[in-house]
């Protein structure tokens, strides 16, 4: 492994363009070592707080690089922390590494389960934690070899599909100390993010009835399942009435269990959202009246669980513009005549195309914009300046949670974008620690964003991290 | 006019079947009179609580005959109460004369309105009304020719469609010092009835919500209308969980003023029934939180405004058997060949013709059964015992509330019909005059059906007779 | 084995008290190995059209009695029926011996179960194969012994429970040259049945919508659930304008998979019955348009899937009196002490108890009525003449389909019970056989009572089996 | 009364602002005479169709001043063209002048109807027929005057609250000639719009069912309030899988009559908008569907009868630069101190307040944007190259279809408000007509905007004008 540059810097100004370049340089020499570490973990396939090899595999290049890893963070086995450095600023990377279930796909452009209906990185993830390890041990040599003071920490979040394993962190409060957070997605496009997510809640309601033989004393019965069909009509009439850019859906994940039987229990898993959370608590507190109401009218039980909150993201003005100007650096992705081939026939299975072969080997300027997702990195957005930065592990035209994504996620092509992402993190953070204003520019963002607003996680206080939330699926 | 037969009778047995036919030939020869003042009443045509003139003609015949008349009893300017005699038993009988909206009718056995679209008395409570006035004058003459001790009383019972006179009635205290109450009414067959008809309590639903533009800014608004929907939504899947016996029917009387504005206000009309009061009492408490959860899940305000609520009648065994008896002396009508015309045109205007012609011949045994109608009479028959005698004022197969009967009401058929009435009701009060046992039987009877339960109307205690209930219609 | 008694009768005339009593004392001392059938087979537990082993030891039982065994009737490989004998009449007996989902018991009168959410014979259909295997054997060496003609088969029925196998052999043609079938049910008391039960028709109603991404582009989707759902509203407005006697109930078994994506496939499961067939034909019609509806107000697809279709029972009078008849001479049941604390105990579960304790000794005089329940056996009643029997297989106040009815399946109370069905089908049977004025009374019955209505079974004509009905429980 | 302005033009160029302003002090000289008439039609009030008086007085000025007046246009009594010159190019103005049902308003600042529950000009077209008018007249002595070849026509436009006159004018070929329209509108504001509104279909939905006594036969009904609810249930769940920007809103205008008759008759009145006719246009289908389906499964029959159809309004770049310019000459309007007084009074009774009074001595530069509400100026706009004019009529924060605004048309504010309007109308006319490179210009903003969408009314052929719409309001 070739040694990291040594950079006789002062500590004060952004690292110039050919010590960047050196940078880079080094990391391509690496590449394929990452790679592999992100094509076991798109083998193991686990799902939400079930990441366990994943989760070790990762801590364990952590440990060996010299990083202090502290384990089972907030309750959460699959959750750690790995920190290396003393002093500020602290710089933290965030890496997800959960799969989807039912996406299970070889590396193939053709639909192919490797396991059929088993789970599969149809969210790139593998990708995700692979990068942001690697940038984080790039870093790490780098401060390392130039004597640069600071701290670099990898934040291993588990269970970001569902599981929100970053606002139980938030709540361990790891995420006290640190300055800077970055954060980065696999998507079909390279470029720093101004866009915002979707403020989230979500929830499960449960009615609970009076069974009652269906044919011989229906009025015995009370329906656990009309408690929840009323819920239902109540919030179809309330569509008309919350504001235009409000999400609710919803779907029974338990009808009842049989016919001749009035339903003594019943469930829906529901999803709120909205541009921002304030709008959203007015809106959930009419979805819970609409439960309320579907237990009122059919005179049975309603118990809700919390299942997800997350916040919109928040962008960062400042961090946008410095990941801009680093990506610039670093540039798109150049398929080879292979790749192309794959992509081409990969193309040919999506119903909508949106942007062409060879948009990735460009750099998209940051835009605002509301993207329609929902993240448990926008709560960390809130807590602490976070930039946000997509590179394009997937063919263009190929939507996060596809076969097609889980595909590209296992072969060259996701490899590509994610030493993008792993290059983008690397010279951004060189960046921050190498310029203290840098830093102070992100949080004078950060205020000038989120107004005076103080986060406060929509999770009650005493509710635990859903650890077998995939159990039901 | 002839005088009333002298009786030399001891007063503990039942009259012979012989005195009672010089009584029935008397009434004979007064029949006209009655006859002319039914046919006032049925032009008049006055809607509940609107029946001044008709009150007025039947009272102002009363005071004539000697009857100590009470006026504006309960506050209702149409209620009167006419007593004649004085000492034990005390017999009622009790008249209506409220018309029917909608339902004006030429004497004619097609259709033809008098005035279009006004009020008619499709129920044939002009009958009602002069028939029980012929009772109360001849028992009176009869009381008064063999100096029996006893008081007969007329009830004036306004508004029975609907606006339930009786109740405000029973609650002024008239009914207390009552020993029997004789009822009938107009019906397409003659015989004394064991039936019961349903328990029932109306309200109004009132929604009240905040109006918006609907188009630039529905989210601003509460719609009343969706409050509304929700409650109706929720009856719907209330009925599978009911006893199959009750019923529940509404109309939406206001859904909203202009599409383009979010609802501020919609109001519901709804009856549910059951064949008893307390069972009745269980679903309406079901049906108000149906209501509630509308008002819940749009966030808008609910009002309830109770306007009905009558008991089922509580059939009476005794009675029942005395009035057969008597009705079997009686005897049914026959047709003239102009009436059997008449009945023959009318009856090619029904799509289901039930009994034939010629049925109103005879008179029908007492037979148990759960009629579907509801009426005030329901209170009082909890409240004292009641007697319930039909009369084949209406051709055979002419149901109630429809212009075939008003057009009977109007006419020859319905007036022999009332002499049928007028006839069972005298002959069955000279007995229980003259006979205390048929009085002790009565109450037995009354007590043995009620079994201990004891009556209060549903009628809030401060809620004031609708006297404007018909205003808009 | 004690030899079958020899009767020198004439076969015109039903067999005396004394014959009978010699027959029944017989059978006593064959009890114990019909008993030992009976409690293999509810250890075998096999579920509808899984009864592989049931169906094995009861075929190989009558095959050794020299039956001629015709196995996989209808295409269904549980299904069979075994003939003995020539020329008429031919007599049937029915049994069934598939076990229910989740009932799973211990032969104990406190809730244990052998296999934790394992099937169970919640219905007694252990006891009412080995049953009518005793009297079919039974029968056969009577007819034998006293050289009588006439034939007697058993029919092998397999998945009462919702799978209706008796349809299929119906339609196989089976029953076509049967003249009298005799059936017998488990219950909590004794006798000969007049009762019907509900006319049923059940079909799984699927949607097919397109998927979307419920956050990103809602409108791109069809909703499958929003079919469903509009459905199901529809059918909750239906039941005010169905006949009061009507029953339908539904679960949801799929309603969406996740919330986050516009659901592309729901199913609901419905069952719809009445007490008459033809009645229900007209209800299922509009069952039907409201799921059409559904489909065309959220532009997705439909598809019904029928399930299950029976036939309301048929009571047949000449029947029910000659089983009164005999049953009267087998008697009741008497507990031991034993069963009689094992009894006290069991009821202790239960919240209705119903009939008391001690009522199994006797014999309940044949009645009219109207069951809630549904069976396949409904579709032979009106295809010949059918008997239909009841013993007091269970304790006194346990209902079918519950674990109490399972732990007497699997003992002595069961088996008693199992002796009186036994005895009381032999006595039928010979009677018919020695008497063929009772077979003509039977149909005579049969013509009376159907009224020249033709059979046509609901389920379409190319329809198989739905042999793997149970796999998706 | 002071004659026009001689103008030596060469007619080739647009009037220098000299000349204009000549033009201008002209009009204001006859300010008085226009207001008069705007404060008539304020007074006559008469609703859509019905604007018998305001239609005769404003052609009769027209035909006084030499225009050729066409009546009955359409078939429309209150439509009307008033044409004057010849040849090309032909300018058309457009004047409406229909009142708003329940708007009554004194011209105070506080609410004081003049006729409880009557109509008034909320909507200002009183000054909209009043200004137009002004306009006209004023055009044609600028053409006599000046010898200038061209047609000005004013186009006399009934019923635009609901009644679409303009659609059934379109139809009757009165646009096909003409080359430019100028359109202005009463407002809060003064300025050029390129604003659009959304394009809006509207109809009544009719269910016809089978009557039936609720009580004691609702299986013999078909309720045509069930097919109504169906139908609206199944437009709740459609809201998630429409646009975003589209909405949807209906009230009920008939809900059954009575609550124990199974209704045979319902209606619902629906609004359905979008920015587009062609996605409406797939919404409508949709829409319709749901109807369908509430048909479908009540067995109830459904028919539509269209009321409206307005396309969005088509924005005309050309135009409104040369309108902002010609009213940047005009110039807002300063309120004496009453005026403000007033319009401080008015303003207190506004929940929101919006812009601030000083805001009306502005000009407000064109910008695009979505309006939220609908026109029949809308079709014009699809057919010739449309200007559309806002003028401060009432005071600023006032919405229009308000008591307030009906206060403000009726007094000073209203009438300088008009006669910025008609100077501003005036003044591009002449800039039309002198210089036909603007209407060339215009016709080509036309086309690009519509790019060659035809322009096709969503009104059938064969229907006729509304003409009795406002009679069961």
Redesign the interface.
Known sequence: MRPIVFLAIATSTLLSADDKSVLQHTMDTRAAHYGEISRKIWEFAELGYKEKRSAELLSSELRAAGFAVVENVGGMPTAFTATWGQGRPVIGIMGEYDALPGLSQDDTPLRKPLVEGGPGHGCGHNLLGAASLFAAVTIKEWLAANRIAGTIRFYGTPAEEGGDGKLYMIRAGVFKDVDTVLSWHPSDQNGASLKSS?AMI?AKFRFYGKPA???????A???A??GL??????L??????????T??????????????I??DYSE????A?HPGMPVLDGIWE?VV??A???A????TRMEMELINSSYNTLPNDALAALVDKNMRLVGGITYTREEREFAETIRKSLADRGRPIGSQEGIEPPQEGQG???TDAGDVSWTVPMAEISAATFVPGV?AHSWQSAACAGMSIGRKGMLVAAKSLVLTAVDLFADPKQVEAAKASFEKRRAAFEYRSRIPAAQKPPLTYRDNK
Do not use: W
Not at 213 to 219: E, I, K, L
Not at 229 to 234: D, P, Q, R, V
Not at 268 to 271: A, C
């Open positions: 979707l979500s033989h269906a044919a011989a004393a229906p009025d019965g009370r329906s399942l009309d069909m009323i819920m239902a009509n109540s179809e009439f309330l569509r008309e009435h919350v504001p235009v850019s999400r609710i859906h919803y779907v029974i994940t338990n009808g009842g269990s049989a016919p001749n009035v339903p829906m898993f529901l999803y959202r009419r009246k609409c309320q109401a579907g009122l009218a059919s005179e329609s997702a929902s939507p």
